[in-house]
Nanobody, 123 residues
Framework: QVQLVESGGGLVQAGGSLRLSCAASGLTFNDYAMGWFRQAPGKEREFVAAISWSGNSAGNADTVKGRFTISRDNAKSTVYLQMNSLKPEDTAVYYC????????????????WGQGTQVTVSS
């Protein structure tokens, strides 16, 4: 079975950094585009970043451009989200997702999801 496990969340002060990891199993990792989504309290789930199967292309939501960087290590079947200059509005549960094919920004286009990891940014 496919399993995506996020880690690296926690509490950090505004302006700080955090690195999230998502370890995948049960799939041929390099056949899948990977994405990060988040859901803040009282908000709908939103796109954060995504990366192609090869890592040759990636995209970020406007709200995190210049601050967040997505990357992947296919040898380790792991995708990362480096978060810098964190803001209180970044507080959310962050989810890792996978889809076979090209990267997408719509959460409905992703097949598999992790359980999420909480990121809390204090002011």
């Amino acid at each position: 079975q496919v399993q995506l496990v996020e880690s690296g969340g926690g509490l950090v002060q505004a302006g700080g950094s955090l690195r999230l990891s998502c370890a995948a199993s049960g799939l041929t990792f390099n056949d899948y585009a990977m994405g990060w989504f988040r859901q803040a309290p009282g908000k709908e789930r939103e796109f954060v970043a995504a990366i192609s199967w090869s890592g040759n292309s990636a995209g970020n939501a406007d709200t995190v451009k210049g601050r967040f960087t997505i990357s992947r290590d296919n040898a380790k079947s792991t995708v990362y989200l480096q978060m810098n200059s964190l803001k209180p509005e970044d507080t959310a549960v962050y989810y890792c997702a996978a889809r076979r094919g090209t990267l997408r920004t719509a959460d409905a286009r992703y097949e598999y999801w992790g359980q999420g990891t909480q990121v809390t940014v204090s002011s």
